[in-house]
Each structure stands twice: as structure tokens, then as C-alpha cells.
């Protein structure tokens, strides 16, 4: 097999994808009405479900999801007894954060240094986009082999569970033979790999109170129970002083058994700054891949800014923690909270809010559609093999599409290689690991079909 004419026909859609994933990143689509609009979710919506109807999808939906999202479903048959290929991304995005550290406007597609930067350009409008390129070439060279199913996700950042609880209640729309999650990265840019293992993660909210209101710092202080230094003296128990995760019952002690992650890489992919460590202990894969991570993202107290000399009532928190797999996350759940409860200082009051759950995963590397896809990455990256990482971050879906079509097999790739910087400022894409993998894609499904033919 050649991937010439393929590789070809996707080099030639590249400026018709550069303008669409510039559409598709101009909506603000964050999946949470407190920072931006909903309509910027349901215009996000519209415009993937306009562009499946453009590709000759048929049923395509906007399915409303039990979070209050807009999940999208499109169905494209292919040939008689061909086997059906599950195409999944998201259209939500996380926050921009800090607008003013993004060197260009965080949704205007804007192209740097080689890179289009902006929220979502890898995670993953630009896996939306793969899907479509992936499509297009097959289409321009004898067509698509297998019948093709695309769900776009419009709540996967919030980690609400939506589409999960969608399609347990509708176990016959997402059927497949295999699925594609378009929402996971190569290990490094041009070193084509599949993601074998997700980490799982829970999300909970946090509140300790102290007093019956603020009290003036110098006339009560010393002696009136703070409850803002009651959490940070809280969250600093969730680490050892080493920076190991240390969550009551919770093992840390597992082992990656797989390709590694150079310390010396992994500091540079991560940006630490010189003369400070990384925490942990044991390789970087064991820490980042086979172990679990706590990780306090967010803090209501006052600002630097207007702070007043007083002795806060109270104080909250929102703490993630990513759960390898082996453990489970509702157990894991229930030891986090156990935790806060009883490590809190002083008899201060706990309240503890669960507001996100996801199962770890792994997938079964071993499986037939492994190997068109090792097959498809060779064509597409020659001279590399496929390599098989863990990824550290969570895709609660991946469970529930594996418990509901156990027969299955789940193959995991995407954009979101280190460089992407993903969920910081400035985040990007390729615009070659785009064309790549679309390449591979597009030979996989190719590959695929010849396989089942048998």
C-alpha cells in the first residue's frame, strides 16, 4: 500500500482546514454559562453539525445532553457489510485564563513559529477537523470504506458526564465495531503513538468556615480561627514534602512498565523553570502515568488587589485528582473526602462537594485494529513505528463506550502533543502533525476495512 495519493489530496486541504479550524475557534465555547454564554456552545454546535451535513452525513443531531450540553451526532453508511468506525472529539474548550498572557488572542486562530495558536486548536477542535481531513481523502480517492459514525462532545472540559448518561440511555446510537478518540496526543511532535492508559480523575469543591463573619486581623488575630489559613494548612496535607501525593489509604508506589519519559524532556515539555524540581518520586512515567496526582486548580479569597487587614470566615477550594488505572475513582472519591474531613485544622466545619468523576482506562494495545493502525502510522510517518505512552489526563467516555460495546476495540491518538500546551495560554497545534495524522486516520479506516474483509 502507498499513502501517496492520500498524503497527497490532505496536503491539498490543508488552507480549507486552517479556515474552518479558525471558524470553529472563534466560539467561545466554554462549557460553563458563569464564564461566557451558552450561546457560544450552541453556535459551536450548529457549525459541526453544518459541516457533517456538508460531508452527506445523515441524522444528524444535536443531542441534549442530561448537563444541560449539546453533544452532536452525524451517521455516514458506507459500503454493504462494512464494519462501522466510531469518530469521536469535543467542540467545548477549557477557559483562556489569563487573556493578557496569551500572546495573541485566545480565539483567533493565529499562526506563529510554524503553530496556529488558540483555544482548542489541538483540544480538540483540531481532532474535529482530523476527522473531517481523514474523510475528505478518502472520499477524493475511491471513498470511505466503512460506515462512519461522529460524535462531537460539548461538555468533556467540565467533566459533567453528559454524554456518558446519554448514551447509556441510548446504548444502540454509538455502536461501533471500533472507535476512534481523536482527543489524545503523540508523545512527542513526529513520533507517531497511540495512548494506552488514561488516567481517571474526581473533581471536588471544598468549603471550611470558622466564624460567623470576617473579624478585623490585628484586634482578633492570633487567636480567632482563620479559614483561609485553615485550608491552606488542609491542602498541604494532600502532599508529601517531597510533593508526592498523600491522600489518606490512596497507593502511590505503582510502576509504568513502557516507554519513558526523559526527565531532562519532560522538563524541558513542561516549561520548569531552572533550579526547581520536579516532585515525586520514582521515573516521570511512574508519576505522570501510573500514579495517582492531586492538583488544588482554584481558590476563592481575596485578591492582592483591595485586600483588607481581616481574618477570613470562610474559604473554599476546588481539588482534582487524577486516578491511575488499577484504582478505582469512586473509591478514590470517597478517600479524598475522607481525608478533608478529618484533616482539617482547629474543628473547623467541612463541607465537600463532588462536581466531576471519570474512570481510568486502558486500552488493549493487542487488538486487530492496533495493527492497521500500526500499519497506517508507518505509511504516514516513515521511518517511525508506533509507540504505545500513557497520557495523564481523562476521557470519562472511554469507559463508557468500552461497558456498553465490550466487543470494541478503542484506539486512542490526537493533537495534543507536549508542545500543544494544552489547558495553558497559548495553546497550539502543528499544522503537520494535523496533516500527519490525518494521513493516518484516513489510512487506518482504509486498512480497517481490508481487514474485516477477510
Not at 510554524?114 to 471513498?143: P, T
Amino acid at each position: 500500500m502507498t499513502a501517496r495519493p492520500i498524503s497527497e489530496t490532505v496536503a491539498s486541504l490543508m488552507p480549507r482546514a486552517k479556515t474552518e479550524l479558525a471558524e470553529l475557534v472563534a466560539f467561545r465555547s466554554v462549557a460553563d454559562p458563569a464564564q461566557f454564554p451558552r450561546s457560544e456552545c450552541e453556535a459551536a454546535a450548529d457549525w459541526v453539525a453544518d459541516a457533517l451535513r456538508a460531508e452527506d452525513f445523515q441524522d444528524v443531531a444535536l443531542l441534549d445532553t442530561p448537563d444541560g450540553t449539546q453533544s452532536v451526532y452525524g451517521f455516514l453508511p458506507g459500503p454493504a457489510g462494512a464494519p462501522t468506525v466510531l469518530l469521536y472529539a469535543h467542540y467545548d474548550v477549557q477557559p483562556p485564563l489569563d487573556e493578557s498572557a496569551w500572546l495573541s488572542p485566545p480565539f483567533e486562530l493565529t499562526e506563529r513559529d510554524g503553530r496556529w495558536f488558540g483555544r482548542g486548536a489541538a483540544d480538540c477542535k483540531g481532532g474535529f477537523i482530523m476527522h473531517l481531513l481523514a474523510l475528505r481523502a478518502l472520499k477524493a480517492n475511491g471513498g470511505v470504506p466503512v460506515s462512519v459514525k461522529v460524535i462531537a462532545e460539548g461538555s468533556e472540559e467540565q467533566g459533567t458526564g453528559g454524554l456518558e448518561r446519554y448514551a447509556e440511555a441510548h446504548p444502540d446510537l454509538l455502536a461501533a465495531d471500533t472507535i476512534v478518540i481523536g482527543d489524545t496526543g503523540n508523545f512527542r511532535v513526529g513520533l507517531p503513538t497511540v495512548t494506552a492508559t488514561l488516567r481517571g480523575m474526581t473533581m471536588l469543591r471544598v468549603q471550611l468556615d470558622t466564624l460567623e463573619g470576617n473579624l478585623h486581623s490585628g484586634q482578633f488575630g492570633g487567636a480567632a480561627p482563620d479559614a483561609l489559613a485553615a485550608m491552606i494548612q488542609l491542602l498541604a496535607s494532600l502532599r508529601a514534602e517531597d510533593g508526592t501525593t498523600t491522600v489518606d489509604g490512596l497507593a502511590t508506589d505503582a510502576e509504568w512498565d513502557g516507554l519513558q519519559y526523559p526527565e531532562g524532556e519532560f522538563r524541558t515539555d513542561a516549561k520548569v523553570l531552572d533550579g526547581v524540581g520536579l516532585i515525586g518520586t520514582g521515573t516521570v512515567a511512574d508519576r505522570i502515568w501510573a500514579r495517582p496526582a492531586v492538583t488544588v486548580i482554584g481558590i476563592d479569597c481575596p485578591p492582592v488587589v483591595g485586600a483588607t487587614p481581616s481574618l477570613q470566615a470562610s474559604a473554599r477550594a476546588q481539588i482534582s485528582l487524577r486516578v491511575p488505572p488499577g484504582q478505582d475513582a469512586a473509591e478514590a472519591t470517597k478517600l479524598l473526602t475522607a481525608h478533608l474531613e478529618s484533616h482539617a485544622p482547629w474543628g473547623a466545619r467541612v463541607s465537600v462537594e463532588q462536581v466531576g468523576q471519570g474512570q481510568p482506562f486502558r486500552a488493549d494495545v493487542t487488538s486487530p485494529a492496533y495493527t492497521s493502525m500500526a500499519e497506517a502510522m508507518r505509511l504516514a510517518y516513515p521511518g517511525e513505528e508506533m509507540q504505545a505512552s500513557g497520557m495523564g489526563g481523562s476521557i470519562p467516555l472511554c469507559n463508557t463506550l468500552a461497558a456498553l460495546y465490550p466487543q470494541a476495540e478503542i484506539l486512542l491518538i490526537g493533537l495534543s502533543e507536549p508542545e500543544a500546551q494544552i489547558h495553558a495560554v497559548n495553546e497550539s497545534v502543528s499544522p503537520e502533525e494535523l496533516e500527519r495524522l490525518s494521513v493516518t486516520e484516513a489510512l487506518f479506516l482504509r486498512n480497517y476495512a481490508e481487514s474485516k474483509k477477510g
